[in-house]
């Protein structure tokens, strides 16, 4: 909004920003901060994914954001009756330090638009692993280190092997969910100590998530093999 304003006799243009107020939302230093927050792999992707929508509307739009830190970085807690998928918005906010994308201007290593992002990654990978700690699997484990690898792909000060634009960001940052969201979800260490029994003939019955104890599961297996019921040996406590 344009407006001029007359200070001490002298007539000056000014320029306001208005924006949109945004309820139950808090920055992002104090969600990354926070021990109680149990983030799932899906709320670490609507997170990110918002961030990087974000930055790539300001950049198609010519405008580097140039002070995306985390307190510039609201997370919103989205309430049931808004019917969205997510669980959590990310907004950005404080466009003061906003400049031009100039066409005749080369990439620098230093636009901090992709270091903060980079940083924010780490960062929010870093809460979701402590947020689980002792219940992560290996799907949990590969999608956060599926994260830091596309951070430091972002925080390379070589631009031209970096070779990432936020639209990039948005697309890996969901692919990694997609490609660890398979797979076989082992039992963690605390899991397969409370279990009734370990079979030692039959290693592969201790994971087996199919059946309800790992005896269970060798006698299974000794029963596939040979065609009848096997005893099952004594559970090692």
Known sequence: VEQSITIRGKTVPVLCMIFDFVPNARPLSKVITDDALKLTKGDVVGILAGIASGLDRMHKNGLWHDDLHDDNVLIREVTP????????????????????????????????????????????????????????????????????????????????????????????????????????????????????GVSLKEPLANTCGCASTPTQAGTDLEMGRTGSSVQSEQPWK
């Open 81 to 196: 009756d808004e019917n969205l998928p997510e669980k959590y918005e990310a907004k950005l906010i404080d466009f003061g330090s906003t400049k031009p994308i100039l066409s005749e201007e080369q990439e620098t290593p230093d636009r901090c638009d992709y270091f903060y992002l980079a940083k924010h990654i780490f960062a929010i990978a870093g809460r979701f692993e402590l947020g689980n700690l002792g219940k992560l699997t290996p799907a949990d484990r590969s999608f956060a280190s599926r994260l830091r690898q596309l951070a430091h792909r972002l925080s390379d000060r070589n631009v031209s092997r970096r070779n990432l634009k936020p639209a990039d960001v948005f697309l890996e940052v969901r692919a990694a969910l997609e490609e660890c969201a398979t797979g076989h979800d082992f039992p963690s260490f605390v899991e397969m100590k409370q279990q009734s």
